[in-house]
């Protein structure tokens, strides 16, 4: 309008100026499974470093949501300062007794995503509460990529003659449950180290530019 009126002939924008994405990291402090260094957490923290890094450096925008600290949720921001302070706060990242502090609902955490942000939760995806969270976010219409960070390892401590049975049997619950991402179109990613951070990143850009309906 300001052109239009300054020339008095009438201007259109034909073109937009690509966006900054905006990429929300969303870690699960709530259990840690197996045991250091390749737990869950250590796996899910080194994740996230390194998603946030790589956009980051890229001039993207990157906020932080820990699903075990209510109050620990970072606002989507660019720079190296800002990536100095994810990953301190991934270094201190703690699992907190359930008891004692609330997580963040998942009506919170999906109030502050953006419509075209993108979502990377990292997590064992061992509890339910979880699965619902990534569940409601892919049917409000939001781009979530999953990276399963349970060690591909991990065996239950021996506490009698049914721990094993019960195990198998929790593992395929929980293969059923990532089935059913899946067919909610939400992709799930094994993290593997340094060398699958191309794979995480090609689904989410697939999903950030498959169009999106709301459920």
Do not use: C, I, K, M
Not at 43 to 72: I, K, N, P, S
Not at 145 to 168: C, H, I, K, N, Q
Not at 178 to 191: A, C, M, N, Q, Y
Request: proline share 5%; glycine share 8%.
């Amino acid at each position: 309008w300001r052109v239009t009126g300054r020339t008095g002939t009438l201007h259109v924008t034909s073109t937009y100026a690509d966006r900054d994405t905006e990429v929300l990291l969303v870690l699960d402090s709530r259990q840690d499974l197996g045991r250091s260094p390749d737990s869950s957490l250590d796996t899910g923290v080194r994740a996230a470093a390194a998603v946030a890094e790589h956009y980051l450096r890229a001039g993207d925008r990157v906020g932080l949501a820990d699903l075990g600290q209510r109050h620990r949720v970072v606002p989507a921001r660019a720079g190296r300062r800002h990536l100095v302070r994810l990953l301190d706060l991934l270094l201190n990242a703690r699992v907190v007794d359930d008891r004692t502090r609330a997580a963040p609902p998942a009506a919170e955490v999906v109030g502050r995503v953006g419509p075209d942000a993108l979502v990377v939760l990292l997590s064992p995806l061992a509890r339910e509460a979880v699965l619902g969270l990534v569940a409601r976010l892919a049917r409000a219409g939001r781009s979530v990529v999953v990276v399963d960070t349970l060690p591909p390892a991990l065996r239950p401590d021996e506490r009698g003659e049914y721990t094993e049975l019960a195990f198998r049997l929790w593992r395929l619950r929980r293969d059923a449950d990532l089935h059913r991402l899946t067919e909610l179109g939400v992709p799930v990613v094994r993290w593997q180290g340094g060398g699958s951070l191309d794979a995480v990143l090609r689904d989410v850009r697939r999903v950030a530019r498959a169009p999106r309906v709301v459920r």
